[in-house]
């Protein structure tokens, strides 16, 4: 009997230690179009936009992190059953000089995804709750991927999270259009 307990405290501490994160996949509506033209953006000469930025609506544009689907589980059973938190980092690419873009979340936006779960009903557990960084107040987001700013962080699944962007330009700016990226990396880690 000592023998078969052993095995099996082994086992579950085994089981307990190889746990490991599932791909998950983080979709998204367009991002915001801006423009504005010279008239708009100088009112003196030297000045910069400060006071005249444009921001988009508080849920323009919108994300959804799900974990795929496995081989015998859809998603919401994944996600249902592997509860990670999750950090979303965000850093824009060929943004031209002097454009400054910030971004912002709020607190607990967004829904759960699935909505209600068993891990939900063990209070120990903590909840599944969205935490902008900066107290959802504007970060603004760096231009080189090596320095990546976390905006935002949630546990588990989460559907239709509101991104809110500002963006003020500079007379620095090189006039024309130019396709600015917004790259965002999720990283997971077992709660």
Avoid: W
């Avoid at 983080?26 to 008239?39: E, F, I, M």
């Avoid at 959802?136 to 949630?154: H, R, S, W």
């Amino acid at each position: 009997m000592k023998a078969f307990l052993k095995y099996i405290l082994i086992i579950g501490y085994t089981f307990s230690c190889s746990g490991q994160l599932l791909p998950g996949t983080l979709y998204g509506t367009a991002g915001p179009t801006y423009s504005q033209t010279l008239g708009d953006l100088v009112s003196e000469a030297g000045e910069d936009d400060g006071a005249i930025g444009y921001e988009t609506g508080a849920s323009e544009v919108q994300i959804t992190f799900r974990l795929d689907p496995s081989t015998f589980q859809s998603s919401a059973q994944n996600c249902s059953a592997n509860i990670y938190k999750y950090k979303v980092f965000m850093h824009l690419q060929n943004a031209p000089t002097g454009l400054v873009l910030e971004a912002r979340t709020f607190s607990n936006a967004g829904t759960r995804f699935p909505v209600s779960i068993p891990y939900d009903a063990v209070p120990v557990n903590g909840t599944r709750d969205l935490y902008p960084e900066n107290g959802g107040n504007y970060i603004v987001l760096p231009t080189d991927n090596t320095a990546a700013i976390k905006v935002f962080e949630f546990t588990g699944c989460r559907d239709n999270i509101p991104i809110q962007f500002r963006v003020a330009a500079s007379v620095l700016s090189q006039p024309g259009a130019t396709d600015t990226e917004i790259y965002y990396t999720v990283t997971g880690s077992i709660n």
